[in-house]
């Protein structure tokens, strides 16, 4: 298989699946014109994130990397009617034209494009009590990807969902040694991913227009909001734990430990399971 085959089967599947749409189209002539990078999403992955907002019933969606409001216009076209969708864009001149083509499709009121390093964009989401976000794409630079995943389980809740583009690299994300900060980058979002407590996730490898890659899937299935708190588990549908966060705080060990303790008094049947789940996860994730 070729680049020119995963081309023309992209082509296939949106000339057959996914039908033209003037703003989307209009979207993407604009920021050519305006020299923008071809890195936008393919029309096919533009509606995989329209049907994910749909099915979550997604009301608030973040998304970190506006480029030229490509995806943003997928996303904030299946909103409610009092839906709102907040991203974040380094590049002055990339927001402005996104700001443009988002005026063009008549979302204007719906998307708030932010302008700033979204480093230093989220936190003041954070300050001025943004979200919780029921959504979250992410597609900046790749060589923060964890820290920008850390951000959004901070501007979520239960259930939000958590889309991280770009997350194979060419197969790159394989090596180890890879001098690419945007494969370390990477590399560091699936270590988090792997001892993160609070969320499910998995990763997809893809093939098509944009070439050889990926995304990264999380739901946020555990809020960590004080030692000592149990909770029904939307994954299990029973008792669970809430723990502190726990991140590198090895004084706080002792503490899970002893809510360990008393989850196999409360729940003897099924301490077990939820222990080596959630207690584990988390005593792993502060040892690292």
Not at 52 to 73: D, F, H, K, N, P
């Amino acid at each position: 298989m070729s680049q020119d085959r995963w081309s023309e089967v992209d082509r296939y599947i949106s000339d057959v699946v996914v039908p033209s749409d003037l703003a989307l189209d209009a979207t993407l002539e604009a920021s050519t014109a305006a020299g923008l990078p071809a890195i936008n999403v393919a029309p096919n992955q533009g509606k995989l994130l329209a049907l994910l907002v749909q099915m979550c019933s997604a009301r608030t969606v973040l998304e970190i990397g506006t480029l030229g409001g490509y995806s943003a216009i997928w996303m904030a076209g299946v909103l409610p009617a009092d839906g709102r969708l907040v991203t974040l864009e380094a590049d002055p001149t990339y927001a402005e034209v996104a700001r443009d083509n988002v005026a063009r499709a008549g979302l204007g009121d719906v998307v708030d494009v932010r302008v700033g390093p979204a480093l230093a964009t989220l936190p003041q989401l954070v300050a001025e009590g943004a979200g919780p976000f029921d959504v979250v794409f992410i597609d900046a630079d790749k060589a923060a990807n964890a820290d920008y995943f850390s951000w959004a389980l901070r501007l979520t809740r239960r259930g939000s969902v958590i889309v991280v583009d770009n997350v194979v690299r060419g197969g790159a994300v394989v090596d180890a040694a890879s001098p690419d900060p945007g494969v370390q980058g990477t590399r560091r979002l699936y270590e988090l991913l792997g001892r993160e407590p609070r969320v499910r996730a998995t990763v997809i490898q893809t093939v098509g227009s944009k070439g050889y890659d990926g995304f990264a899937l999380a739901e946020k299935d555990l809020e960590l909001r004080g030692p000592g708190e149990l909770l029904g588990t939307r994954q299990t549908g029973i008792v669970g734990f809430r723990v502190a966060d726990l991140a590198r705080d090895a004084d706080l060990l002792p503490q899970v430990q002893e809510l360990g303790d008393r989850l196999l008094q409360q729940s003897p049947d099924i301490a077990e399971r939820i222990v080596s789940r959630w207690v584990g996860a988390a005593l792993r994730y502060a040892s690292a």
